[in-house]
């Protein structure tokens, strides 16, 4: 009765083992193995060589090359400010007026003074030519000649200082006006209403905002390195990753006794420029050009200090150790010192899924047929 029982049992242990067969242990095997990577040809990148532009760094801000800082030429009260900060002006346009009451009263009296003053001298001039012809025929004496024409003299005189101060007084009652002396925008009131304006108080600043240029400033030590007419390409805070170029056209002779740096106004090459002014701006004065082997930077793969890309070659990935230089300011890509040859097919994407040796198949890239084509246009029409 027992030998069947154990028969079974053996049966069943033989099963079991049957179970533990090296067939799971090579399923385990094979889900572990890397996948095969299929590459197509928008997912890799050849490394070539470009022109890699370095030279020094310029840091500064955009400013107005045409600027006017108006201030008061007279000392009045402000009736009038007829612009605010923004507003589009034209030559002539009245920005400002102030009161009038006090000139308007001494070009009066200017004006009645030189008019006093043309009578007198009208009066000592008849009185000197009755005295010349008196004199010719000795009915008067030179002395009265000459106290007449020391009158007429005076009269002269006191008439010419009356009608300097009538146009003194014509001048200060035009500047209680102020206009805008060219085209362009108000950028700073510093007045209002009620405002009691003194000679030289600030009124408003306008600006001319298609004559922007980059006031930048470069290191002492630095300068030698910068001439007339170098390109350089400079980002402007609030314009992102937008790239802006110009050229050196002034280098100030001397450099600031504070700070040790060279003033360099850089042009606009292209039309594109910011109109607001005073924005920071950075860049690099491209004054050496040198052929280099570079790469974006969103195909490094960073770990510290150390940088890697992940290169196809002969149908295998491989994780490249690189030594890299500058960043080209021009297109922001990184230069490539060591670990890297000309010609060598890199990953545009890396994954952190990939692994080293793992096989890669590049694939053409296959246009769609032309029944595929049929049928994505017939899912759009419906």
Same mark, same amino acid.
């Given at each position: 009765?027992?030998?069947?029982?154990?028969?079974?049992?053996? =049966?069943?242990?033989?099963?079991?083992?049957?179970?533990?067969?090296?067939?799971?242990?090579?399923?385990?095997?094979?889900?572990?193995?890397?996948?095969?990577?299929?590459?197509?040809?928008?997912?890799?990148?050849?490394?070539?060589?470009?022109? =890699?532009?370095?030279?020094?760094?310029?840091?500064?801000?955009?400013?107005?090359?045409?600027?006017?800082?108006?201030?008061?030429?007279?000392?009045?009260?402000?009736?009038?400010?007829?612009?605010? *900060?923004?507003?589009?002006?034209?030559?002539?346009?009245?920005?400002?007026?102030?009161?009038?009451?006090?000139?308007?009263? *001494?070009?009066?009296?200017?004006?009645? *003074?030189?008019? /006093?003053?043309?009578?007198?001298?009208?009066?000592?001039?008849?009185?000197?030519?009755?005295?010349?012809? =008196?004199?010719?025929?000795?009915?008067?004496?030179?002395?009265?000649?000459?106290?007449?024409?020391?009158?007429?003299?005076?009269?002269?005189?006191?008439?010419?200082?009356?009608?300097?101060?009538?146009?003194?007084?014509?001048?200060? =009652?035009?500047?209680?006006?102020?206009?805008?002396?060219?085209?362009?925008?108000?950028?700073?009131?510093?007045?209002?209403?009620?405002?009691?304006?003194?000679?030289?108080?600030?009124?408003?600043?306008?600006?001319?905002?298609?004559?922007?240029?980059?006031?930048?400033?470069?290191?002492?030590?630095?300068?030698?390195?910068?001439?007339?007419?170098?390109?350089?390409?400079?980002?402007?805070?609030?314009?992102? /990753?937008?790239?802006?170029?110009?050229?050196?056209?002034?280098?100030?002779?001397?450099?600031?006794?504070?700070?040790?740096?060279?003033?360099?106004?850089?042009?606009?090459?292209?039309?594109?420029?910011?109109?607001?002014?005073?924005?920071?701006?950075?860049?690099?004065?491209?004054?050496?050009?040198?052929?280099?082997?570079?790469?974006?930077?969103?195909?490094?793969?960073?770990?510290?200090?150390?940088?890697?890309?992940?290169?196809?070659?002969?149908?295998?990935?491989?994780?490249?150790?690189?030594?890299?230089?500058?960043?080209?300011?021009?297109?922001?890509?990184?230069?490539?010192?060591?670990?890297?040859?000309?010609?060598?097919?890199?990953?545009? /994407?890396?994954?952190?899924?990939?692994?080293?040796?793992?096989?890669?198949?590049?694939?053409?890239?296959?246009?769609?047929?032309?029944?595929?084509?049929?049928?994505?246009?017939?899912?759009?029409?419906?």
């Amino acid at each position: 009765m027992l030998r069947p029982l154990f028969l079974a049992a053996a =049966l069943v242990a033989g099963l079991a083992a049957c179970d533990k067969s090296p067939g799971k242990g090579d399923k385990k095997d094979a889900s572990t193995a890397p996948v095969k990577l299929v590459v197509g040809a928008e997912d890799i990148l050849r490394v070539e060589a470009n022109a =890699l532009a370095s030279g020094p760094v310029v840091t500064g801000s955009i400013q107005p090359e045409r600027k006017a800082d108006l201030r008061a030429e007279v000392s009045a009260v402000v009736l009038q400010v007829l612009k605010e *900060n923004g507003d589009v002006v034209r030559r002539g346009d009245i920005l400002v007026r102030l009161d009038q009451t006090a000139i308007r009263d *001494n070009l009066g009296s200017a004006e009645d *003074n030189a008019r /006093n003053a043309a009578q007198s001298l009208d009066q000592a001039e008849r009185n000197l030519q009755r005295l010349k012809t =008196l004199r010719a025929s000795g009915m008067t004496s030179l002395q009265a000649l000459d106290d007449a024409e020391v009158r007429r003299n005076g009269a002269q005189s006191e008439l010419s200082a009356s009608n300097a101060r009538a146009v003194l007084a014509r001048q200060q =009652l035009e500047r209680t006006i102020v206009r805008a002396p060219f085209d362009g925008v108000v950028s700073d009131r510093k007045v209002s209403a009620g405002d009691t304006a003194s000679i030289g108080k600030e009124l408003l600043k306008v600006i001319d905002p298609t004559s922007m240029r980059f006031a930048g400033r470069v290191s002492a030590d630095k300068i030698s390195l910068v001439s007339v007419g170098q390109p350089v390409g400079f980002r402007i805070n609030g314009y992102g /990753n937008q790239e802006f170029r110009g050229k050196v056209t002034r280098v100030d002779p001397s450099a600031n006794d504070v700070t040790r740096q060279v003033e360099v106004l850089v042009s606009f090459s292209d039309a594109a420029q910011p109109k607001v002014a005073g924005l920071y701006a950075e860049g690099t004065i491209e004054s050496s050009n040198v052929q280099a082997l570079t790469l974006p930077e969103s195909v490094l793969v960073k770990a510290g200090d150390k940088a890697s890309v992940w290169r196809v070659k002969n149908n295998t990935l491989n994780q490249v150790a690189l030594q890299i230089g500058a960043r080209d300011p021009r297109t922001g890509n990184i230069e490539i010192r060591s670990g890297l040859s000309e010609g060598d097919t890199i990953l545009r /994407n890396p994954s952190s899924g990939f692994k080293e040796g793992q096989t890669a198949e590049l694939v053409a890239t296959k246009p769609p047929t032309a029944a595929a084509s049929a049928a994505s246009s017939t899912a759009k029409g419906t």
